[in-house]
């Protein structure tokens, strides 16, 4: 229930926001403030002001869901408006995140009073918006310029001592001081004649040089983005127009940002991280085990990661190798990954210690009799999982979850390997386990509902996206990269080059090209599961075949340098390419771009397409979540669902049609439900 309380302290009317859980500024809320101040300034014996929160959240900002609908009166930059307009002053006190709106509410307060735990930033970029509400046109006369320009530009929050370091709050207090201290200043700038609003003055001329430097470097590292071009713009505009104009200016840039794809897409990707986290409905809410003690089944990349994932968060973590050499190497890889973490300078030298401390290596699997939580890493294959679990089942204790860190083996032909298929499931991490948000949660025919909850709740305390989904050959991600590679291998022997389908891809918005991004990977893991399910690809089995694994070898796609990692074009890999084309008899011609982007992309929605019938995936933005955290599909496009939808449906529809009557492949033909939203106009994400 939103709700705004007044409190009156002397002569100080106190305005606590209260609409859990983050104070998002939606209308109820924006119209509640306004009537407190209103009440205050009518008030004869209220002399100031005072914004604070009843939650440990100042606020979130602008409610987002609302940018949907249709705007509603009183609008932020209204309730703003009335706030300048008061005769008396106001006084944010601020005890936790502040952010986008939230921040432009206190920025148009005449003080701001924080705690050390306080986080205030302007991150609308990251949603593909500037701040729309002064913040573009206050920041910038409130501390220097260039610093501001910086601060909405990465979106990234200041704390407490850093705001007032800056400029961007007056003062610190203590927690249990800060409504005290807010009062007080209330009180003392109540017994100035005028307000010393920032509105009233203008940017520092003498911060111009600096400012432009700051604009070119962002240009440069942002090109293309149109967010950041207007944030820039609109921070110029303070120097050069007067406050009214400058306000107009940052409304315009807003709302032309509101409504591009750019935005929406990031909108959704804020939204569908959010709710993948939540179980799918047949589940309801079982009982969750409390995992206490973790075990993980081999030290290799993926193990280590794994355990030092866990580590990180806490847990003690027992780590089973086959020999003591083995577990030696495993213990070694840990300990010198976590020093480069140090020296990097992301953990420090006493985290490294306990993180290390928390991993014990073994050979016995009767080790893991206490562990609550097992999580097999072992070689990605069917009868060696199977013996582990096995094994496993002899061991653990009744109640313990058995998890595998498969990334596409059948988690039923596991679980019936021994004990009960109630307890198994799969825990898909993804490289490197330690960094990496995303884990697919596969729930097996037999999983329970509690092992599943369980699952997810320990995925989110090591700060992990768990995206739970249904057991399939590659599960969500590797089914739809499956798709992406067979197009990727027909392109290439029809005639588009490595370097012609990542140039592509980067247009598109990827950071990698898929041919990069297959050398990185070592081309030798998809040439494995091709094998081990029938499948070919001629051009990438035939550079497997010639040892060019990618990075690992040197070679793959493309050649490498002798720092191992930058790509060179190798005449080798055309005359191996148009080899296999002729081979195969193909006649091999110029693809362009477009359908480049196409023949990779349009697949992958079908497929998606395919997994939401089947009831693989619960929702489309779990499709999304899962496209953008693992495989680097462009955050700013939303993932491959919603860029069906910013696309439209009937054109998804059409060209899937063209594309399967121009290559003669069938499988591209469009899925039931494509057709079915291009005919019903419904989207499968709201927007
Ligand atoms: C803006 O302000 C524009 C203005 O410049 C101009 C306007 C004219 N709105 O993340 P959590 C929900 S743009 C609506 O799990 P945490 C969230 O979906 C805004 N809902 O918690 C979730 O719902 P559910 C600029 C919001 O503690 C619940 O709250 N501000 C909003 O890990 C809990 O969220 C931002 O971009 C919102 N603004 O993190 C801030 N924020 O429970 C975006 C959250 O149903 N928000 N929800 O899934 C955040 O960064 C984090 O949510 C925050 C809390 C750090 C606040």
């Known amino acids: 229930m939103v709700s705004v309380e007044i409190e009156r302290r002397d002569e100080v009317s106190i305005i606590w ?111 593909g918006l500037l701040p729309g509400a002064g913040g573009t046109q206050r920041l910038p006369r409130l501390m220097n310029p260039a610093d501001a320009l910086k601060l909405m530009a990465t979106g990234a929050p200041a704390t407490g001592d850093q705001a007032v370091t800056s400029g961007l709050a007056d003062a610190l207090a203590a927690a249990e001081r800060l409504l005290a201290e807010a009062t007080a200043k209330a009180s003392l700038l109540a017994k100035r004649t005028v307000r010393q609003r920032l509105r009233d003055t203008a940017a520092d001329q003498g911060t111009r040089d600096a400012f432009e430097k700051a604009a070119a470097t962002l240009l440069k590292a942002h090109p293309g983005e149109p967010q950041i071009e207007a944030l820039i713009e609109a921070v ?29 897409s990031l909108r959704h990707a804020f939204f569908a991280e959010r709710e993948s986290g939540q179980l799918p409905g047949d589940i309801g809410s079982p009982d969750v085990i409390d995992v206490k003690t973790v075990g993980v089944i081999g030290g290799g990349t993926m193990g280590s990661g794994i355990a030092m994932a ?38 420090s030298e006493t985290a490294r210690s306990e993180n290390l401390a928390r991993i014990k290596t073994a050979v016995d699997y009767a080790e893991l009799s206490a562990a609550d939580l097992v999580i097999e890493a072992a070689f990605e294959e069917m009868d060696v999982k199977r013996q582990i679990f096995g094994r496993l089942a002899d061991v653990v204790k009744p109640s313990a979850i058995l998890a595998t860190n498969t990334s596409y083996l059948d988690v039923d032909a596991i679980a019936e390997a021994g004990g009960d298929a109630g307890r198994v499931i799969g825990m898909h991490f993804f490289s490197p386990a330690n960094i990496m948000k995303l884990v697919e949660v596969v729930r097996g025919r037999k999983t329970s509902a509690s092992t599943i909850a369980t699952v997810v ?94 990075q690992k070898t040197g070679r793959g796609y493309y050649r490498y340098a002798e720092d191992g990692r930058t790509p060179i074009s190798d005449l080798e890999v055309t005359t191996l390419i148009e080899a296999v084309s002729k081979k195969q008899g193909v006649k091999r011609r110029t693809i362009d771009q477009e359908e480049i982007i196409d023949r990779l992309i349009l697949p992958m929605i079908n497929e998606g397409a395919r997994i939401i019938e089947e009831g693989v995936a619960a929702r489309p933005g779990d499709i999304d979540v899962i496209w953008i955290h693992g495989y680097g599909f462009p955050r700013w496009r939303g993932g491959p ?26 499988s591209l033909r469009p899925e039931p439900l494509l057709e079915h939203l291009a005919t019903d106009g419904k989207s499968v994400a709201p927007q």
């Open 17 to 127: 926001m209260d609409n859990p859980p983050v104070n998002a500024l939606g209308a109820a809320l924006r119209a509640a403030i306004l009537h407190a101040v209103e009440a205050a300034v009518q008030d004869e014996a209220v002399i100031g002001m005072v914004l604070a929160s009843r939650h440990a959240i100042f606020s979130a900002g602008a409610d987002i869901k609302e940018f949907n609908q249709t705007p509603v009166s009183p609008s932020l930059r209204e309730l703003i408006d009335a706030m300048d307009a008061s005769p008396k002053p106001i006084v944010a006190a601020i005890n936790g995140v502040c952010f986008g709106g939230g921040l432009e509410l206190a920025l148009a307060c005449d003080a701001r009073i924080v705690t050390s735990t306080a986080r205030l930033a302007l991150p609308e970029v990251k949603l």
């Open 236 to 264: 110029r505009g303070s120097y050069e127009v007067p406050f009214d104009e400058g306000m107009r200016q940052e409304r315009r840039s807003f709302e032309r940002l509101l409504v591009d794809d750019r935005s929406k």
């Open 310 to 347: 866990f580590a990180a968060n806490g847990f003690p973590v027992t780590l089973i190798e086959t020999d003591e050499p083995s577990a030696q190497r495993a213990y070694d890889r840990i300990a010198s990954s976590l020093s480069n973490s140090v020296r990097r300078g992301s953990l």
């Open 457 to 550: 709740k320990v995925a989110q305390k090591l700060g992990k996206l768990p995206v739970v989904v249904g057991n399939c050959h590659g599960f969500v991600g590797n089914r739809i990269l499956a798709r992406r590679s067979e197009q990727l291998d027909r392109l290439l022997l029809e005639g588009a080059t490595p370097e012609d389908v990542d140039r592509a891809f980067t247009a598109f918005g990827s950071k990698l090209g898929p041919c990069t991004m297959g050398d990185l990977a070592g081309l030798d893991i998809s040439w494995r599961m091709r094998r081990a399910t029938g499948r070919t690809a001629p051009v990438a089995d035939a550079l497997v075949e010639a040892g060019r694994l990618g």
């Open 641 to 666: 669902m919603f860029y069906a939808q910013t696309r439209g449906y009937p054109n998804v529809v059409a060209r899937l049609k063209e594309l399967a009557t121009l290559t003669g492949d069938e």
